[in-house]
């Protein structure tokens, strides 16, 4: 039971995440780096095998000039295996002009109108998305947050999973309709991050943070099987997005199994999984300045 629950706050987090010690690898790459070198000629060669599909999808990936381009498939690359990078486009393209295409027109009209005017707008990120009719308000208040981080260079995602009313939120919607919801806020970040990437140099990624602290681990599991579908679809669907993923306050028995089974996970989990304490304030403080401000300077702090 215990490592089970273990499992579940893992999923929670819905994304991907430092260790606990020292960290020894730097976790975020230049975009010089992810696509210069040997990746560059894997990067022409990834290109040339997906023109025929990428045709079929132009204004569903952020992509508005060739390097925005060598950016967006430098993501897809992975140990040099084109092959793979190759299988890992046609899904994504196929699932943006299939079954996602609504989620990722409203994305991208969404951070269109969201920039229409230089600084960022969030209301027609809200109100574009899906189903937000139905969920928006379970996550207002700072309950889920966007920011950029302290940099500039990457962005923060954080859930404040125990302010979150998650029976009455999985009464009003399904877990596809979650799932979905979720999805659309991965489309969103895709293009924020190709933007930051564009203007900053590095290869943007998304650091999650999820508050568990008031959470019940025992309660409504469909809330925490939309988070896991959503954020395994969304990282074959948008691959290289996933920063580090820093789980905050996690009851203290569960604190104490993560200790103990956290040296088994594999080293690539471990360089990008955080389990750490730090009050976030009150159930409304990442709605102020303030609140956000204390989030990223502490993030910074902790990831370098």
Partial sequence: MMLRLLALAACAAALVAPPTAQRTTRLQATVAEATGGANAALIDDLASRTKDARQQAEDLIPCEDDADLTTWLSR??????????????????????????????AARDAVAEATSEGAWTNKPVQEKAPHGSKINAFFEGGRVMNLRNKAGDGLIYAIRAGDIDDKALMSAVSVEELADFFLYAKAINERACSAISKKTGTLATVTTVNDLAGVDLLGDASFRNALSAASKRGDAFFPG?????????????????VKLFTPLFPESVRAKLRFERFPLGDAGALSTQSGRANLSDYIADLLG
């Fill in 76 to 105: 897809f690359i992975k140990d040099g295996d084109v092959d793979a990078a190759e299988a890992k486009v046609r899904e994504s393209i196929e699932w943006r002009t299939g079954e996602g295409k609504k989620i990722c027109e």
């Fill in 241 to 257: 997005l996933s920063g580090p993923t820093v789980l905050l306050n996690l009851p203290r028995l569960l604190g104490a199994l």
